[in-house]
């Protein structure tokens, strides 16, 4: 896997719609599994002991799913994995590569990408991008 | 007085909307959702200054200071919001 595939877009998607390692895992559960309907608890315990995730965080995890348009969710709150576009889809393809082969890279990108909005918000008031 | 308030607060204007587009365009390229909370502050505050420069500049005989503090108030609500919800 070359550096090349953690582009732009797929940075964009991972800031968006992935803001931790254990999101990252929560949403290859799901697409591991892509024609079950997960409820928080349900997704908790499958992913523990390996990844400790509390029942809320999953649910905000959820959310953040849906807002990405990741997944449908059921009117019990169960989601499945479901990408309303292409585009997504193959971002999650990505990730699930990068997870695989680069997860050192991976989880640096994922962080360094959480933790620069004040650098964001100073490098917005540049008339050239550097 | 006059000429002096009316170049002052087309600065103004002019200073805000700047910040405002610049913040819309980094936005638009990174998806940091700070700079979407940072971008609607600025809109408010470039409304705020748009009050001014009416009230200072265009119609002196009127107060528009109520709105410019709601405008205001509401740019930093805007701004408040996308700190708390970045701090999470």
């Known amino acids: 896997m070359e550096d090349a595939a953690f582009s732009d877009e797929f940075c964009r998607f991972l800031r968006a719609a992935v803001p931790s390692v254990d999101a990252a895992e929560l949403l290859l559960l799901l697409q591991r599994e892509s024609a079950r309907w ?4 349900e997704a ?10 509390s029942e809320s965080d999953v649910a905000r995890y959820f959310g953040i799913f849906q807002a990405s348009a990741l997944v449908a969710v059921a009117p ?6 479901l990408p309303g576009f ?3 889809e193959a971002h999650v393809q990505t990730l699930e590569q990068a997870y695989r082969e680069r997860p050192v890279t991976l989880i640096r990108v994922i ?6 909005s004040i650098q ?11 | 007085m006059g000429t002096l308030n009316l170049l002052l607060t087309l600065l103004a ?3 805000s909307l700047t910040c405002t587009l610049l913040l819309f365009r980094a936005y638009a390229g990174n998806g940091v959702r700070l700079l979407l909370w940072s971008a609607l502050c600025f809109v408010c505050l470039t409304g705020n200054n748009v009050l001014l420069f009416f009230d200072l500049a265009v119609f002196p005989e009127l107060d528009l200071r109520l709105y410019r503090l ?13 700190f708390l919800w970045e701090a999470e």
């Open chain 1, 38 to 41: 997960w409820s928080a608890p």
């Open chain 1, 44 to 53: 908790a315990a499958e992913l523990a002991p390996a990844v400790v995730l």
């Open chain 1, 76 to 81: 019990d709150k169960r989601v499945q994995y």
């Open chain 1, 86 to 88: 292409s585009a997504l």
């Open chain 1, 111 to 116: 962080y360094a990408l959480r933790d620069n």
């Open chain 1, 120 to 130: 964001s918000f100073a490098a917005a008031f540049k008339l050239r991008k550097s």
């Open chain 2, 13 to 15: 204007v002019l200073a």
């Open chain 2, 70 to 82: 709601c405008a205001s108030l509401a740019g930093i609500l805007f701004l408040l919001y996308g």
